[in-house]
Protein backbone atom coordinates (compact mmCIF):
# COMPACT_ATOMS: atom_id res chain seq x y z
CA UNK A 1 0.00 0.00 0.00
CA UNK A 2 1.43 3.24 -0.79
CA UNK A 3 1.55 5.91 1.33
CA UNK A 4 0.69 9.09 1.15
CA UNK A 5 3.62 12.20 1.77
CA UNK A 6 1.21 13.51 4.50
CA UNK A 7 1.65 10.36 6.14
CA UNK A 8 5.74 10.22 5.36
CA UNK A 9 5.19 13.57 7.18
CA UNK A 10 3.60 12.43 10.16
CA UNK A 11 5.84 9.39 10.19
CA UNK A 12 9.29 11.76 10.30
CA UNK A 13 8.37 14.00 13.01
CA UNK A 14 7.48 10.83 14.72
CA UNK A 15 10.53 9.89 15.71
CA UNK A 16 10.68 9.28 19.60
CA UNK A 17 12.19 12.12 21.41
CA UNK A 18 14.14 9.86 23.51
CA UNK A 19 16.43 8.89 20.75
CA UNK A 20 17.36 12.38 20.21
CA UNK A 21 18.01 12.67 24.10
CA UNK A 22 20.42 9.37 24.25
CA UNK A 23 22.40 10.21 21.37
CA UNK A 24 22.73 13.77 23.39
CA UNK A 25 23.72 12.13 26.23
CA UNK A 26 26.03 9.96 24.21
CA UNK A 27 27.91 12.52 22.90
CA UNK A 28 28.21 14.80 26.40
CA UNK A 29 29.79 11.84 27.14
CA UNK A 30 31.99 11.53 24.95
CA UNK A 31 33.15 15.15 24.75
CA UNK A 32 33.64 14.80 28.93
CA UNK A 33 35.91 11.66 28.19
CA UNK A 34 37.88 13.60 25.42
CA UNK A 35 38.49 16.13 28.17
CA UNK A 36 39.88 14.04 30.83
CA UNK A 37 41.84 11.71 28.37
CA UNK A 38 43.14 15.52 26.80
CA UNK A 39 44.30 16.27 30.32
CA UNK A 40 45.52 13.15 31.61
CA UNK A 41 47.89 12.60 28.52
CA UNK A 42 48.59 16.50 27.06
CA UNK A 43 48.05 17.95 30.03
CA UNK A 44 51.17 20.26 32.10
CA UNK A 45 52.95 18.38 34.01
CA UNK A 46 51.80 20.00 37.31
CA UNK A 47 48.24 18.53 36.33
CA UNK A 48 49.20 14.89 35.26
CA UNK A 49 51.25 14.49 38.54
CA UNK A 50 48.42 15.03 40.13
CA UNK A 51 46.10 12.88 38.50
CA UNK A 52 47.38 9.58 39.20
CA UNK A 53 43.83 7.92 39.03
CA UNK A 54 42.70 8.82 35.62
CA UNK A 55 40.47 5.59 35.24
CA UNK A 56 38.26 6.74 38.44
CA UNK A 57 38.18 10.26 36.53
CA UNK A 58 35.92 8.44 33.66
CA UNK A 59 33.84 6.57 36.10
CA UNK A 60 33.13 10.55 37.67
CA UNK A 61 31.82 11.37 34.14
CA UNK A 62 29.75 8.00 33.97
CA UNK A 63 27.98 8.55 37.32
CA UNK A 64 27.01 12.41 36.36
CA UNK A 65 26.43 12.70 32.69
CA UNK A 66 23.51 9.68 32.74
CA UNK A 67 19.93 9.45 32.42
CA UNK A 68 20.11 12.80 30.08
CA UNK A 69 21.66 15.23 32.65
CA UNK A 70 21.87 18.98 32.35
CA UNK A 71 24.26 21.62 33.37
CA UNK A 72 22.54 22.06 36.31
CA UNK A 73 23.15 18.48 37.21
CA UNK A 74 26.49 18.94 36.78
CA UNK A 75 26.63 21.92 39.00
CA UNK A 76 24.93 20.14 41.34
CA UNK A 77 27.76 17.09 40.59
CA UNK A 78 30.42 19.61 41.47
CA UNK A 79 28.65 19.68 45.02
CA UNK A 80 28.01 15.74 45.42
CA UNK A 81 31.83 15.16 44.63
CA UNK A 82 33.06 17.86 46.75
CA UNK A 83 30.99 16.30 49.64
CA UNK A 84 32.02 12.73 48.80
CA UNK A 85 35.47 13.77 48.55
CA UNK A 86 35.00 15.06 51.94
CA UNK A 87 33.36 11.91 53.60
CA UNK A 88 35.25 9.45 52.27
CA UNK A 89 39.02 10.83 51.96
CA UNK A 90 39.04 12.88 55.32
CA UNK A 91 38.31 9.81 57.36
CA UNK A 92 41.11 7.98 55.17
CA UNK A 93 43.44 10.70 55.77
CA UNK A 94 43.47 10.17 59.80
CA UNK A 95 43.33 6.19 59.13
CA UNK A 96 46.48 6.47 56.67
CA UNK A 97 48.45 8.90 59.13
CA UNK A 98 47.91 7.07 61.96
CA UNK A 99 48.36 3.61 61.43
CA UNK A 100 50.94 4.21 58.32
CA UNK A 101 49.97 2.87 55.20
CA UNK A 102 52.47 0.09 55.66
CA UNK A 103 50.63 -1.16 58.81
CA UNK A 104 47.65 -2.33 56.81
CA UNK A 105 46.89 -5.91 56.56
CA UNK A 106 44.05 -8.03 54.72
CA UNK A 107 41.69 -7.46 58.13
CA UNK A 108 43.15 -3.78 59.03
CA UNK A 109 41.74 -3.03 55.24
CA UNK A 110 38.38 -4.86 55.62
CA UNK A 111 37.63 -3.81 58.68
CA UNK A 112 38.86 0.35 58.09
CA UNK A 113 36.59 -0.57 54.27
CA UNK A 114 33.10 -1.60 55.89
CA UNK A 115 33.59 0.77 58.76
CA UNK A 116 33.88 3.97 55.51
CA UNK A 117 31.37 2.18 53.80
CA UNK A 118 28.80 1.64 56.93
CA UNK A 119 29.16 5.41 57.54
CA UNK A 120 28.78 6.83 53.87
CA UNK A 121 25.68 4.27 52.75
CA UNK A 122 23.89 3.14 56.69
CA UNK A 123 23.18 6.88 58.41
CA UNK A 124 22.96 8.92 55.61
CA UNK A 125 19.73 8.48 54.06
CA UNK A 126 19.69 11.91 52.70
CA UNK A 127 22.94 11.67 50.71
CA UNK A 128 22.36 11.24 47.06
CA UNK A 129 22.47 8.13 45.67
CA UNK A 130 25.83 9.99 43.09
CA UNK A 131 27.43 11.16 45.94
CA UNK A 132 27.51 7.19 48.00
CA UNK A 133 28.70 6.24 44.56
CA UNK A 134 31.53 8.12 44.57
CA UNK A 135 32.41 7.61 48.13
CA UNK A 136 32.09 4.28 47.91
CA UNK A 137 34.75 4.16 44.82
CA UNK A 138 36.96 6.61 46.60
CA UNK A 139 37.15 4.19 49.72
CA UNK A 140 37.92 0.88 48.12
CA UNK A 141 40.41 2.62 46.11
CA UNK A 142 41.91 4.38 48.65
CA UNK A 143 42.24 1.28 51.61
CA UNK A 144 42.89 -1.47 49.08
CA UNK A 145 45.91 0.51 46.88
CA UNK A 146 47.28 1.21 50.60
CA UNK A 147 47.39 -2.37 51.55
CA UNK A 148 48.90 -3.52 47.95
CA UNK A 149 51.27 -0.70 47.50
CA UNK A 150 51.95 -0.52 51.68
CA UNK A 151 55.38 1.66 52.28
CA UNK A 152 55.15 3.06 48.84
CA UNK A 153 52.29 5.49 49.83
CA UNK A 154 51.99 8.83 51.01
CA UNK A 155 49.55 9.02 53.78
CA UNK A 156 49.08 12.34 52.72
CA UNK A 157 49.23 12.76 48.99
CA UNK A 158 47.45 9.47 48.11
CA UNK A 159 44.10 10.84 49.36
CA UNK A 160 44.72 14.15 47.37
CA UNK A 161 45.89 12.37 44.35
CA UNK A 162 42.43 10.40 44.21
CA UNK A 163 40.85 13.92 45.21
CA UNK A 164 42.33 15.35 42.01
CA UNK A 165 41.41 12.99 39.73
CA UNK A 166 37.58 13.12 40.83
CA UNK A 167 38.05 16.93 40.68
CA UNK A 168 38.67 16.12 37.02
CA UNK A 169 35.50 14.26 36.12
CA UNK A 170 33.88 16.79 37.54
CA UNK A 171 35.49 19.42 35.60
CA UNK A 172 35.28 17.68 32.39
CA UNK A 173 31.44 17.11 33.09
CA UNK A 174 30.89 20.81 33.04
CA UNK A 175 32.44 21.62 30.14
CA UNK A 176 31.13 18.43 28.01
CA UNK A 177 27.67 20.33 28.95
CA UNK A 178 28.59 23.83 28.03
CA UNK A 179 30.11 22.91 24.59
CA UNK A 180 29.32 23.12 22.34
CA UNK A 181 25.66 24.66 23.64
CA UNK A 182 24.76 25.00 27.45
CA UNK A 183 22.19 22.10 28.25
CA UNK A 184 19.46 23.82 30.06
CA UNK A 185 16.37 21.86 31.87
CA UNK A 186 13.99 24.50 30.70
CA UNK A 187 15.46 24.35 26.82
CA UNK A 188 14.87 20.74 27.53
CA UNK A 189 11.44 21.45 28.58
CA UNK A 190 10.34 24.17 25.81
CA UNK A 191 12.15 21.98 23.32
CA UNK A 192 9.44 18.82 24.27
CA UNK A 193 6.62 21.26 24.18
CA UNK A 194 7.48 22.49 20.65
CA UNK A 195 7.73 18.67 19.79
CA UNK A 196 4.51 17.89 20.98
CA UNK A 197 2.64 21.15 19.69
CA UNK A 198 4.40 20.41 16.07
CA UNK A 199 3.12 17.17 16.16
CA UNK A 200 0.06 17.30 17.10
CA UNK A 201 -1.31 20.21 14.78
CA UNK A 202 0.66 17.91 12.03
CA UNK A 203 -1.84 14.97 12.97
CA UNK A 204 -5.10 17.13 13.15
CA UNK A 205 -4.31 18.58 9.65
CA UNK A 206 -3.87 15.39 8.66
CA UNK A 207 -7.60 14.34 9.89
CA UNK A 208 -8.80 17.64 8.30
CA UNK A 209 -7.81 16.86 4.85
CA UNK A 210 -8.68 13.09 4.91
CA UNK A 211 -12.27 14.28 6.10
CA UNK A 212 -12.13 17.06 3.37
CA UNK A 213 -11.18 14.32 0.75
CA UNK A 214 -13.65 11.84 2.11
CA UNK A 215 -16.54 14.41 1.64
CA UNK A 216 -15.20 15.15 -2.21
CA UNK A 217 -16.22 11.78 -2.70
Not at 52 to 67: M, R
Not at 90 to 101: F, N, V
Not at 204 to 217: D, V
Request: charged share 10%; with cysteine; proline share 6%.
Amino acid sequence: MERSPLNLMVSFFNIPPLWRECLSSAFRTALACTIVAGATLYGPLSITSLITFPAFSYVVVILIIINDATLGDSLRGCWLGLYATIQSLGPAMLSLWAIGPNHFSKGTTSIAVALAAFVVVLPSQSTHLIAKRISLGQIVLVYVLAYSNGAHIDPIMHPIHLAASTALGVIACVVALLLPYPRFACYQVILSFSFMLCLETLIRLFFICKMEYMSML
